[in-house]
Every structure is written in structure tokens, then in C-alpha cells.
């Protein structure tokens, strides 16, 4: 049985945190097909230093960590899409059109499950929400058709937003504000429908996210025990279809296909 999977973001290191622990899970399924799609190079992010980058070429850094955290999880996707939208302008843009060049590549590919963002983006930032409602209106527009099983939203639990708050305020930093832009929303506990386990490539997808060099700032929030401890799961309500309520979170993003 072939296992068609597409993700949605909206910046390089965007598919990293979310989905490539799934991704190298799946690395050695000769039925395993990874589709990705970016909207955007990242070129309007941070730039941290010893890095190398500058604002003129941050973009095309980007495009090339994101290439090199591929590389270093062991599984590169099998077609990768760059939309090529304004870092920090997606919502500026057409929807209508965002929607049409997201649904041509999902018309083309027909992924069984497709992984994009939900309505809070995880960190509220603009882009991450409008990549995510587009990518659903592409779903909704395609599903019927062959594949488009199910539609993904990556998600975090309140608990884990509370947990990592506490491990921060012990280690002396400042915790996350839900309220903030770009810090982490939770979603409801019982809301989750997919748990990926990704404890063991956990050091795979580490040595996937410190290729993202110039976004350092966003990957030394925790020491390296709760680094790999955020890492080791990766988990999403279940957008489509609908999920009942006191259904247990599925184990694989492909499970009950």
C-alpha cells in the first residue's frame, strides 16, 4: 500500500520541527512518498550569529539548511516546492491564488494525508496561518478525489506548553506567553488525533534542526535533554474527517488507512 504524504509550511525549519521525526520513521518504506511545499525562504527571519548569512542572501541560505536537514535526517523529500512568497507577506498576497498553486501541486501528487497548520499557526505568526488555510481549502477542494485521506493540523498540547514553561522558569529563563506573537498556542489535550512517537530518531531529527544555523535563537530554548524531549513526539488534530470525540490518538499520521 502506498503512503503518500505532503506537508504545507510556511518557512524553512517550519517541516523540520513538524514532521520530520514521521519523515524518518517512514525513511526505509520503498511505498513512502514525501511531498514539501514552502511558501516562503525564510528570508525576512533572524540571523544568528557566526552564521554566515546576511540579510541579502538569507534566503537562499535558508533554502539550503532546510536542503542540508534533509540530507542529515537521511530521508530527502521526493519533490520539494518552493512558492517563493514575501517572508512575513503571505497574508498581503492573493488567497484565491495561494489556494490555486497549492491544490495544482496536491492535484498532481494526490497525498493520502496532507500536514499543514492549524487556525493559531502554533505561534500565531501570519504566515503559518494563512499557509494553513489555504492548504485546507486546497484539501476541501480536492478531497473526494483519489487519496486526501486525511488533513493534518500540527499542534501542540496545553500540557506540553505548561511543562515546558516550568522546565524554563527552573533553568532561569523567561516562559512562553500564549498571548504573544510567535510564542507557542496550545490546543486542548483531548483535541489531539495523531501521536507520533519519535523517540527513536530523535537524534536524526536533532541533527536535522541544528543544520537550521541561522535560526540558532529558535533551537537553544532548552538544554539538550529538553530539546530531545520536545522533539520526541510530533502531534496534530485530525482536521479531516471528522474525528469522534473519545477517539484515542492514533500512533502514525498513516494509522486506520
Known sequence: MARRLAVVVAHPDDDTFGCSGTVALHADDPSFRFVLIHATNGAAGQIAE???ATRETLGAVR??????SWVALGREPDRHEWLGYPDGGVAEEPFDRLVDRI??????ERPDVVITFGPDGITGHPDHITVGRAATAAFDRLAGEDGFDRLLHQ??????????????VADGKEPFDPTQLYHPRGVPDDTIGVEVDCSSVVDRKLAALLEHRTQAGDIDTFDDDGMREALARET??????????????????FEGL
Do not use: K, Q, T
Open 50 to 52: 557566526g552564521s554566515g
Open 63 to 68: 533554502e539550503e539548511e532546510d536542503r542540508r
Open 103 to 108: 491544490a495544482e501541486i496536491l492535484g498532481e
Open 155 to 168: 499542534a501542540i498540547r496545553r500540557s506540553e506548553i505548561e511543562a515546558w514553561n516550568e522546565r524554563l
Open 236 to 253: 496534530h488534530v485530525i482536521a479531516r474527517p471528522e474525528r469522534g470525540a473519545d477517539a484515542p490518538p492514533l500512533g502514525d499520521v
